[in-house]
């Protein structure tokens, strides 16, 4: 099956990547491995991180990408293979798997999705931030340290008590 991506040069993209093993809480407890994976790639493939929360099985981010240049896939499958080459081999893999070299730590497909608008921006930016307190892992986006959430009230741009409501008051009701 051929998947039909959206290529803008220079544009703005979500995505959610997920882990293979959804019980896994590898991403929070290897988030260092995971920021040196990305910084490595942003070095050879400059992209803006808008916004960025990891969970502890999956994480959203928004890029920007640099003008001329729509070539996110590429920079995701270094960003996923760096991070799987930082950790020692422990999970079990298919024999296909190992033949295509891979380690079965992260799902083989993401979502993307082209950013329209600047409503679209701010509603996956809100959705970024707030998914921390929609799968009950706090109940602020503030208290979740793995977020960007912080940046935005470090420049004012948020109040430290954004979103602090129930989450039914933030149409999370999935």
Excluded: C
């Excluded at 083989?108 to 679209?120: C, K, M, N, V």
Aim: charged share 30%; hydrophobic share 40%.
């Amino acid at each position: 099956m051929r998947y039909r991506r959206a290529w803008i040069a220079g544009g703005t993209y979500f995505f959610t990547l997920t882990l293979a093993d959804r019980d896994q809480r590898l991403l929070v407890d290897r988030v260092d491995t995971l920021r040196e994976a990305l910084r490595a790639v942003r070095e050879r493939h400059p992209f803006h991180i808008d916004a960025m929360v990891v969970l502890p099985e999956h994480l959203h981010a928004i890029w920007t990408l640099p003008p001329g240049d729509h070539d996110f896939a590429n920079r995701w499958r270094q960003i996923k293979a760096a991070f799987s080459r930082r950790l020692p081999e422990w999970e079990s893999r298919s024999a296909a798997a190992r033949d295509r070299g891979e380690r079965g730590i992260w799902q083989r497909r993401y979502w993307e999705h082209a950013i329209r608008d600047h409503g679209d921006f701010d509603r996956h930016v809100d959705y970024v931030h707030f998914n921390p307190v929609k799968h009950g892992l706090v109940m602020r986006p503030v208290d979740w340290p793995y977020s960007s959430v912080h940046r935005f009230v470090g420049l004012g741009v948020l109040s430290p008590d954004w979103a602090a409501g129930p989450a039914d008051d933030w149409g999370t009701g999935e």
